[in-house]
């Protein structure tokens, strides 16, 4: 059964940091990994898909990484703002199936 | 337009009550999706529907009842639930319901079960 951990599940950083939000799975076969974004009491938001066969997307200041070997993602946060305040959701689709597995997230706060 | 929206945005019921809650999209995606979120959870699919038809039921209690009248609209049926029943119900809506498509997400509709 395929869990995500994600790490830490919580950060404060002051405004202008670069950060690194951490995802884990256990299940390699995966099909993607997503990351998205959740305000207080929101919908979520999709930041960067990345296909199985890829190692990285990058958006704005958003770059996202996977290895798909070991279980990890990574979402890298560039010059952070205030605006960056949320939770930050990794998901992953296994190969044989249209379910996203969530992780419980990151809830980011960044302090100006 | 690449939204999904909602309504209501917030809901309080009696145990004894019947509501609904509404998702509409309207980018000419034929998957939508009923999740469930917990405070400080993560999101729980609950039902799948592609092409208009129920695909995935994730051993939904029967007080749960979805619907999904035409391509466009998604409806969740609420009859004598529980207080645990008390969550945050996100919509999303994919193309066509197949592997690992970016989900977009609605706002959701909070609901509060006395």
């Not at chain 1, 059964?1 to 940091?17: D, F, H, N, R, W």
């Not at chain 1, 990058?58 to 990574?74: E, M, P, Q, Y």
């Not at chain 1, 979402?75 to 949320?86: H, N, R």
Request: net charge positive; proline share 6%; with cysteine.
């Amino acid at each position: 059964k395929q869990e995500v951990t994600q790490i830490p599940a919580a950060l404060s950083v002051p405004e202008g940091e670069n950060l690194v939000l951490n995802c884990s799975f256990t299940d390699s076969a995966i099909y993607n990994l997503q990351w998205f974004r959740q305000d207080p009491g929101k919908g979520l938001t999709s930041l960067l898909l990345i296909q199985s066969s890829q190692r990285e997307q990058t958006s704005g200041r958003l770059n996202a990484s996977l290895d798909k070997s070991s279980g990890r993602s990574t979402l890298y946060i560039a010059a952070s703002q205030p605006g960056d305040s949320a939770t930050y959701l990794c998901a992953v689709t296994g190969d044989s199936s249209y379910k996203l597995i969530f992780g419980s997230g990151t809830r980011l706060l960044v302090r100006p | 337009d690449t939204e999904v929206t909602q309504t209501p945005k917030h809901l309080v019921m009696g145990m004894t009550n019947k509501k609904s809650l509404k998702c509409e999209q309207h980018m000419g995606h034929r998957a939508m999706y009923w999740y469930k979120q917990k405070a400080k959870k993560p999101p729980e699919l609950m039902f799948v529907y592609s092409y208009e038809k129920l695909s995935i039921n994730e051993s939904v209690p029967s007080r749960f009842s979805p619907e999904c009248p035409n391509s466009s609209l998604l409806n969740l049926h609420l009859h004598a639930l529980q207080p645990e029943d008390s969550a945050l119900y996100l919509c999303a809506s994919s193309p066509i319901g197949g592997f690992g498509e970016t989900q977009y997400f609605g706002p959701g509709t909070r609901l509060l079960v006395l």
